[in-house]
């Protein structure tokens, strides 16, 4: 390729295509991490058809407006996209990486990663989410990273086809977040979701399990109202049909990681399926996460902590003589020999 031509003023453009301009997602296996003031606040759509509505809501000094494009609201679908761009992003920095606001994907890493057919249809539906979350405005007062700021701004801030088959299928994607949810991702506001979020159908089995894990967490449990849960979920349901809709939700009872009955009252529980122990759970020391980050480069150790703290619940939340020390031996039995 030959040099790029200097103009009058004897300077080049500028090398958009510089490294360090963008994030490339090339970390296959990286943990689902959601950020925290969209799985708390209503800022999706549950229809499954345009919607055109403007959507308002205010709860406990948050302050929402969520404006649609001519393509509609962003639904809680097109919001994979998101999910898969903080879950590299926070791998990224767990691994000591530099990250950016701009993040390069493979679309079919993005389908694979999120549980969805790889056809040609699933690419054109890929690029309507994609316009939807580019053109979906919101306004709102919501913190990300300690800072308050009234502001609007697009759930995306732009996004381009960098590469494409000779049929016009998009093969790589540049996307660039907005401002407010970049700074949730630095200042790691984000939860862990189960992988098994992906294969949950309906829209509002996903807006549910999001306020679950957002409220109950780790807790034994979360009760709540049926009209709290309304308001927190952005259905446009009436009340007796949403209460329906909870109830067919628990005979079927497959949402990850809890359970969900009825109480008295008008109110829906929350419970963790993991087990309850007496135990504080184990503290690792910076140092301890440093090694183990050496033992397994490029590994999202924050994740590994969690999961050891899984195996340790479940065990039973047996003492610990050496938190650290037991730890690192079975960070060392899953890096394997080497």
Known sequence: MGQAEVGGGGSLLPDRTRQGDFFLCDIFDAIPKDDLAS??????????????????????????????????????????????????????LNAGRAVSRTVQLKAHDLLVATNRETSGDAYRRL????????????????????????SGFGMIESWEIVRKTRGGRMVSVSVTLSDWLYRAVLSKS??????????????????????????????????????????????ASPRRVFRAMLR????????????????????????????????????????????????????????????????????????LRNADAAFVGWIRKRAGPG
């Open 248 to 319: 067919a939700m628990i005979a079927a009872g497959h949402l990850p990681d809890y359970d969900m009955a009825e109480e008295q009252g008008d109110l829906i529980r929350f419970a963790w399926r993991g087990h309850v122990v007496d135990a504080p759970p184990p503290v690792l020391k910076a140092d301890t996460l440093d090694l183990a980050r050496g033992m397994m480069p490029g590994a999202d150790i924050h994740a590994l902590e969690a999961e050891w703290r899984g195996v340790w619940v479940r065990s039973g939340g047996p003492r």
């Open 127 to 150: 690029r309507e989410a994609f316009e939807r979350l580019a053109g979906t405005r919101i306004t709102t007062n919501i913190v990300t990273g300690e800072m308050e700021t009234t």
């Open 190 to 235: 984000v939860l862990t979701l189960s992988r098994d979020y992906f294969r949950l159908r309906k829209p509002l089995e996903r807006r549910i399990y999001e306020l679950a894990r957002k409220h109950c967490g780790r807790q034994a449990f979360w009760t709540v109202s049926v009209d709290t849960l309304l308001k927190k979920s952005g259905s």
């Open 39 to 92: 799985m708390e606040h209503p800022l999706f759509s549950l229809a499954t058809r345009p919607d055109r509505r403007i959507l308002s809501y205010a709860h406990n000094g948050a302050q929402i407006t969520v404006t649609p494009s001519v393509r509609g609201l962003a639904t809680i679908h097109d919001k994979d996209i998101l999910i898969f761009c903080i879950s590299q992003l926070m791998a990224a």
